[in-house]
């Protein structure tokens, strides 16, 4: 099994930039299909942005040009600029390693205004 760890979430003002990394516990390279989703109280989970298996990168409308999606060898990121509360949630990376689909815990991003 794989344990997916998210960091880097935390308080910050709107117009502000954060950057979440998603970590795993065995080679990151062994997950695809990897991406970010968050849940705002209240709210259903979305799908904010990832990284298809033949690298493709996909975002959700209301993030396109304010969010972007990368990996590295040991790293997944998102990095977030322009940011508004409404992008209060906490966010998810998640990707599949195997035929078995690994979460994350969440990393809390709240946006005061």
């Known amino acids: 099994q794989v344990q997916l760890v998210e960091s880097g979430g935390g308080l910050v003002q709107a117009g502000g930039s954060l950057r979440l990394s998603c970590a795993a516990s065995?080679?990151?390279?062994?997950?695809?299909?990897i991406a970010w989703s968050r849940q705002a109280p209240g709210k259903e989970r979305e799908l904010v942005a990832g990284?298809?298996?033949?690298?493709g990168k996909h975002y959700a409308d209301s993030v396109k040009g304010r969010f972007t999606v990368s990996r590295d060898n040991t790293k997944f990121y998102l990095q977030m600029h322009q940011l508004t509360p409404e992008d209060t949630a906490v966010y998810y990376c998640?990707?599949?390693?195997?035929?078995?689909?690994?979460w994350g815990q969440g990393t809390q991003v709240t946006v005061s205004s």
């Open positions: 065995r080679n990151i390279n062994s997950i695809s299909d």
């Open positions: 998640h990707g599949n390693y195997g035929r078995v689909t690994v």
């Open positions: 990284i298809g298996v033949r690298g």
